[in-house]
Each structure stands twice: as structure tokens, then as C-alpha cells.
């Protein structure tokens, strides 16, 4: 079974400018989630999406966004960018997401460097 | 959910086992106790998780104090692959809007020394 991939795995952008990153969870997985890791800051919950809607939300602005089309693909956007939005941005998958013992798989990793 | 506590860093010789603690003194009866590791440069795996009782897979074991205040993750013979950030998370199944939005602390880098 193939994993949660991500692409692009590299990006670099200047401030100012948006990006969208994209990823596809394993096959399945109905629960996508998205997560920002910097070094000062670790790993940071963005959101997570099922069956097409937002099912939970961290504590980032609103320049950050996302959405899940109907074959639990997603997609982040980050519009305005800045330098503080340089960092790895990791998605992962999971079956419903509700029950505990469905673990997260996390895909490798989307590197995002702002100019 | 509740917050955990664990060390900033370990260190392990190789094929010897390793321990590594995480205090979670505000856990309450519906937390699960759940481990991811990074290894460097991917994105972090699951490792093991539990409620209560102590829990034993093909990666590790996880035993958990009586008080569920603590817990040790256990790694019976550390390879060099074992290098990585482990941390401890603790999830409320019964909060508002529960799915998978792990709160991640800084968690341990584990070093394994040939």
C-alpha cells in the first residue's frame, strides 16, 4: 500500500507571494491533517479535514487554509506568505480519525522556504 | 488535553535497552497515552499507544504507572535506526471537536552510540 505522499517536496518563494502544497493520504484514510514544524516552534497542529469539511482547527491566521476534494486529497494554502511561514509542512492520514487507536501516517514533507 | 513532560535528551548504547520517561500529572480517565518518533529528515511514525494497561507491539513496550501519572516507553534492544525525537501525547477522546490534531511537545532525542 502506497503512503501519505506530498508534493511538492521543495519550494522556495519570496514574501508576499501564496503557495498551495499538496497531499495524497493513503488509500482509505478519510482523515487528513496538516502540520507546520519549524525549529523554534516544533511541531504545530493546522487543521484537518474529513469527508470534505474542516473538522478541526489550530491557532494560525486565517492566511492559512485548506480543503479536501472528494477522494480525501488535500491541499493547504498560505497566502501572503512571510519569512515565518519557512518551514516543513507534513500532512497525515488516518482511517476516521475519531477512534484512538487509528494512528496517523505522515507523509515526508513539504519544505518551504520563504525569501 | 492534558500537557506532558519528558527530557530533553537520552542517550543508548547499542542492543541495549532504552527507557524513556514522560510525566503526565494532569491526565485525566479519558486520556490515551499515544508515542510517534522522528526519525531525521521524515515525518514522525507511530509507535505505540495505550489507555491503562501496559502494551506490548513488534516496536515497543509502553507501561504505564498504576496512577496513569507516568509512563515509559521501552525499547528492548536500541539500534542505530532508533535514533530519532520521540514524544509523548496524550489524547482526549471525549473533547470537543476530537480528530487527529496531536499536540506535539518538544519531546527526547534518543542518541544510540555504536
Known amino acids: 500500500k502506497a503512503g501519505v505522499t506530498q508534493t511538492p517536496r521543495y519550494l522556495i518563494k519570496t514574501r508576499g507571494q501564496q503557495v498551495t502544497l499538496s497531499c495524497s493520504p493513503i488509500s482509505g484514510h478519510r482523515s487528513v491533517s496538516w502540520y507546520q514544524q519549524t525549529p523554534g516552534q516544533g511541531l504545530q497542529f493546522l487543521f484537518e479535514y474529513f469527508s470534505e469539511t474542516q473538522r478541526n482547527k489550530g491557532n494560525f491566521p486565517g492566511r492559512f487554509s485548506g480543503r479536501q476534494f472528494s477522494n480525501s486529497r488535500s491541499e493547504m494554502n498560505v497566502s501572503t506568505l512571510e519569512l515565518g511561514d519557512s518551514a516543513l509542512y507534513l500532512c497525515?492520514?488516518?482511517?476516521?480519525?475519531?477512534?484512538?487507536?487509528?494512528?496517523?501516517?505522515f507523509g515526508p514533507g513539504t519544505r518551504l522556504t520563504v525569501l | 488535553d492534558a500537557k506532558t513532560t519528558q527530557p530533553n535528551s537520552m542517550e543508548s548504547n547499542e542492543e541495549e535497552p532504552v527507557h524513556l520517561p514522560c510525566n503526565h500529572s494532569t491526565i485525566s480517565g479519558t486520556d490515551y497515552i499515544h508515542w510517534y518518533r522522528q526519525l531525521p529528515s521524515q515525518g514522525p511514525e507511530y509507535v505505540i499507544h495505550g489507555l491503562t494497561s501496559n502494551v506490548n507491539n513488534r516496536m515497543a513496550s509502553l507501561a504505564i504507572a498504576e496512577d496513569r501519572k507516568s509512563s515509559t516507553l521501552i525499547l528492548h534492544r536500541a539500534t542505530l535506526r532508533d535514533a530519532a525525537v520521540y514524544y509523548c501525547i496524550l489524547r482526549d477522546v471525549f473533547s470537543p471537536g476530537y480528530g487527529q490534531n496531536f499536540v506535539f511537545g518538544p519531546g527526547t532525542r534518543l542518541s544510540v552510540l555504536p
Open positions: 497525515a492520514s488516518s482511517l476516521e480519525g475519531r477512534e484512538p487507536y487509528n494512528e496517523q501516517f
